[in-house]
């Protein structure tokens, strides 16, 4: 066991090697400049390096906390979890977790394919992606077929956006700090619209979004794309990429130009210089949101749930997370309480606010 940082070069190019070998999309989430970046802002991220023979045959990066409770790597903001390990046999899995000194392991997008711990997962769920492998004209000829006045619509709002607003500019690697420093604003902004817990309010994850976007190898970029009107940012978005995944991660726009949906006009540019760098899936997450079900050509599985070991560790990881995540699954399944759900929290937003 390591602290991130601790890892050897030859460790972590072992490490990109098992990632290009393997059969998952090459999200960024699971490279090892994510995990180093987590480990630099919280204290108890770890990496586990897995030995047959006396060679190296994977990794699993992870925090442990209090009693043992182990979670994935950067659990919360991480849309991408799971090992790295070589094909072949998997080591027992309540064993790594006991060298480890970890009582449970939770994870919430576990990766597919994921033998190591998908047995344990309670609920599935679909990550939402693009598909710009064969370039963005082919992505548009899908968008034409499955939801025309969809697209139609929305390249008549960027056309009149620039009519109202300004002259519309679109950079896909952005990197000016002022704008990240907008885009946090705009969604931080955004969440306390929503009812929901202000991510940006938690300094590891406001300094994590910094080391990122700083961070530029191959396989983990932190990359800002904004879209521009009369010369203002009106929407950004801040991800990772790989050579072959872009990874959406944090996206908001200005809500003083809503009605143009600025939001949407951005991630139709991102797709196609996405497909321009030979990037072929952009990864919009788990979680439903109408945008997601319009610009999508497809999913990918992702799972939740945690493995745990007998002892006051497992006990406490239960205790603390399955009644509320049953209680999220209840709800989440019945379209009616959802949308109750939904407006009492923005209600309550509203009040907190006045």
């Given at each position: 066991m390591l602290r991130p940082e601790e890892l050897g070069e030859g460790e972590r190019e072992h490490w990109r090697e098992l990632r290009a070998k393997s059969h998952a999309p090459r999200n960024p989430f699971m490279e090892p400049?994510?995990?180093?970046?987590?480990?630099?802002?919280?204290?108890?991220?770890?990496?586990?390096?897995?030995?047959?023979?006396?060679?190296?045959?994977?990794?699993?990066?992870?925090?442990?906390?209090?009693?043992?409770?182990?979670?994935?790597i950067g659990l919360g903001v991480s849309d991408c979890q799971g090992a790295v390990l070589r094909q072949g046999p998997l080591p027992d899995t309540r064993q790594l977790l006991r060298a480890c000194s970890l009582s449970s392991f939770a994870f919430d997008n576990l990766e597919a394919e994921q033998g190591l711990f998908t047995p344990y997962a309670a609920e599935e769920y679909a990550s939402h992606v693009i598909d710009v492998a064969g370039g963005y004209g082919a992505y548009e000829k899908v968008l034409r077929a499955q939801s025309p006045k969809f697209l139609k619509t929305t390249l008549a709002k960027e056309r009149r956006l620039g009519r109202q607003v300004g002259d519309v500019r679109f950079v896909f690697d952005e990197r000016d700090p002022a704008a990240l420093r907008t885009l946090m604003a705009w969604k931080s902004a955004q969440y306390r619209r929503t009812g929901r817990r202000d991510r940006f309010a938690q300094r590891w994850i406001t300094e994590l979004v910094g080391r990122l976007a700083g961070t530029r190898t191959p396989e983990c970029t932190g990359t800002l794309s904004v879209l521009y009107a009369g010369g203002q940012p009106v929407a950004a978005h801040?991800?990772?990429?790989?050579?072959?995944?872009?990874?959406?991660?944090?996206?908001?726009?200005?809500?003083?130009?809503?009605?143009?949906?600025?939001?949407?006009?951005?991630?139709?540019?991102?797709?196609?210089?996405?497909?321009?760098?030979?990037?072929?899936?952009?990864?919009?997450?788990?979680?439903?949101?109408?945008?997601?079900?319009?610009?999508?050509?497809?999913?990918?599985?992702?799972?939740?749930?945690?493995?745990?070991?007998?002892?006051?560790?497992?006990?406490?990881?239960?205790?603390?997370?399955?009644?509320?995540?049953?209680?999220?699954?209840?709800?989440?399944?019945?379209?009616?309480?959802?949308?109750?759900?939904?407006?009492?929290?923005?209600?309550?937003?509203?009040?907190?606010?006045?």
């Open positions: 400049e994510f995990t180093e970046a987590v480990g630099r802002v919280r204290p108890a991220a770890r990496v586990a390096v897995v030995y047959e023979g006396g060679e190296s045959a994977g990794f699993l990066p992870y925090e442990r906390g209090p009693l043992g409770q182990g979670r994935a801040f991800g990772l990429r790989s050579s072959t995944v872009l990874a959406c991660w944090f996206p908001a726009y200005d809500v003083e130009v809503a009605k143009y949906s600025p939001g949407l006009v951005l991630h139709l540019r991102m797709a196609e210089a996405a497909a321009a760098e030979g990037i072929g899936l952009l990864d919009m997450g788990r979680g439903a949101a109408e945008y997601k079900d319009s610009l999508k050509t497809g999913e990918l599985p992702v799972y939740e749930g945690a493995v745990t070991r007998w002892g006051a560790g497992a006990a406490l990881y239960w205790l603390g997370r399955e009644p509320a995540r049953r209680a999220h699954g209840f709800v989440r399944d019945r379209p009616r309480l959802a949308s109750l759900a939904a407006r009492t929290l923005k209600g309550a937003a509203r009040l907190r606010r006045t």
